[in-house]
């Protein structure tokens, strides 16, 4: 039994993790006009984290619709510009736009200072092995629900 309350325990936790955080980049991102979900796609370009949609959407394990309606928002707001492939035409590339590099300078600072508190309660060890340990169990999950070959 002691298993499934640690489990429990680790979903709540996380959960609860995820909501502080969440809020915390929110009221960042509403400072430099954009939503929490399109600080995340200025932040997920500048890091190489994808090119297009599909690849946002599952690096954020958030609705391709959603994303695809906030993507073209930030277009017309000329955060982001797009090419599309040369080799399959529905797909499209992503590129920070001068404009979108400086938000994204600008609001990574503060939002790195919103959570400088979370990040001062662990050594820079620990934040690496939560990284890590994270990383580890949701690829662990991807494997799982990934359709058999």
């Known amino acids: 039994m002691e298993s499934v309350y640690s489990l429990?325990?680790?979903v709540f936790l996380t959960k609860r993790l995820r909501?502080?955080?969440?809020?915390?980049?929110?009221k960042q991102a509403v400072s430099g006009g954009v939503t929490a979900l399109q600080w995340s796609v200025l932040s997920g370009i500048a890091s190489g984290e994808g090119q297009g949609v599909s690849d946002l959407s599952q690096a954020f394990d958030h609705d391709p619709g959603a994303l695809s309606r906030s993507v073209n928002q930030m277009?017309?707001?000329?955060?982001?510009?797009?090419t599309q492939g040369q080799d399959d035409?529905?797909?499209?590339y992503l590129q920070l736009t001068a404009e979108g590099?400086?938000?994204f300078e600008t609001l990574k600072e503060g939002v790195y200072r919103a959570t400088a508190d979370i990040r001062a309660a662990l050594s820079d060890a620990e934040f690496c092995q939560l990284e890590a340990l994270l990383t580890k169990a949701n690829s662990a999950i991807a494997r799982a629900e990934a359709p058999a070959s």
Request: positive net charge; charged residues 35%.
């Open 89 to 92: 035409r529905r797909r499209v």
């Open 75 to 82: 277009v017309e707001k000329g955060l982001l510009s797009y």
């Open 8 to 10: 429990r325990n680790i």
């Open 19 to 26: 909501r502080h955080l969440w809020s915390r980049v929110e």
């Open 101 to 103: 590099h400086q938000l």
